[in-house]
């Protein structure tokens, strides 16, 4: 079955670069997700990347995939104390051509110091 | 923009209560989502459904049920509840195709006493 794994705790100082990683198993996933959860709200999508795509950009975000060793990260630059939050990743898998499911990692909270 | 809404934020129930969970969203789609939500866990998925009056059991349904009469509404319900389903429950949805990006809610966290 599939399996996602990310790092429970980072801190950070506020104006440096976070890198949060995260390994998965499912090679067939298509998409692959990073959501942000703020104190006492739901999960926010913040971006995903295509399964045939090795980087992408959105402003301060940057995601990286290494399909061959299963592995996504999320770079954020010029981390600020409103970055503070838990991040989630996902991948994908396809339910009966309905859709997809998600499997979510264990979440990494991130701390951004002053 | 994009709505899902959770009947409570926040409950208070008693062992072997039925308690209900309710969730409404308004993007017309076809996929809806339970999730429990504990610490260092991450998500873990309950049930789902892909069309109304259909459901699938996720990864841990033992203790749940669902219901989905009509296609904007998702119900999780916990026939008798117990101290083990004190958590944060979070609801979702998505579009029957494309790539898969579910909505959330804002969850609803049930304490069972």
């Known amino acids: 079955g599939e399996d996602v794994e990310q790092s429970l705790f980072l801190s950070v100082r506020e104006g440096d670069s976070s890198v949060i990683n995260c390994t998965y198993t499912?090679?067939?996933?298509?998409?692959l997700y990073w959501y942000k959860q703020e104190p006492g709200a739901g999960l926010q999508l913040l971006t995903y990347?295509?399964?045939?795509?090795d980087m992408k950009q959105d402003q301060r975000l940057t995601v990286l995939l290494n399909k061959k060793d299963k592995h996504l990260s999320l770079r954020i630059a010029d981390t600020q104390t409103g970055d503070s939050a838990i991040y989630f990743c996902?991948?994908?898998?396809?339910?009966?051509?309905?859709?997809?499911?998600?499997?979510f990692g264990g979440g990494t909270r991130v701390l951004v110091k002053p | 923009d994009v709505k899902v809404t959770q009947s409570s934020r926040y409950l208070v129930k008693r062992t072997g209560e039925k308690v209900f969970l309710e969730c409404v969203q308004d993007?017309?789609?076809?996929?809806m989502f339970w999730y429990r939500q504990d610490p260092g866990l991450g998500l873990r998925l309950i049930y789902f459904?892909?069309?109304?009056?259909?459901?699938e059991k996720g990864d841990i349904p033992e203790g749940y049920s669902v219901s989905r009469e009509k296609k904007e509404r998702f119900s999780l319900i916990l026939e008798s509840a117990s101290t083990n389903q004190t958590s944060m429950y979070l609801c979702?949805?998505?579009?029957?195709?494309?790539?898969?990006?579910?909505?959330f809610g804002p969850g609803t966290r049930l304490t069972v006493t």
């Open positions: 990347i295509f399964s045939n795509m």
């Open positions: 459904s892909y069309d109304v009056k259909m459901k």
């Open positions: 996902a991948e994908s898998a396809l339910i009966k051509a309905a859709g997809n499911k998600l499997t």
């Open positions: 993007m017309d789609h076809e996929n």
């Open positions: 499912d090679s067939s996933s298509t998409y």
């Open positions: 979702a949805s998505s579009l029957g195709a494309g790539g898969g990006e579910q909505y």
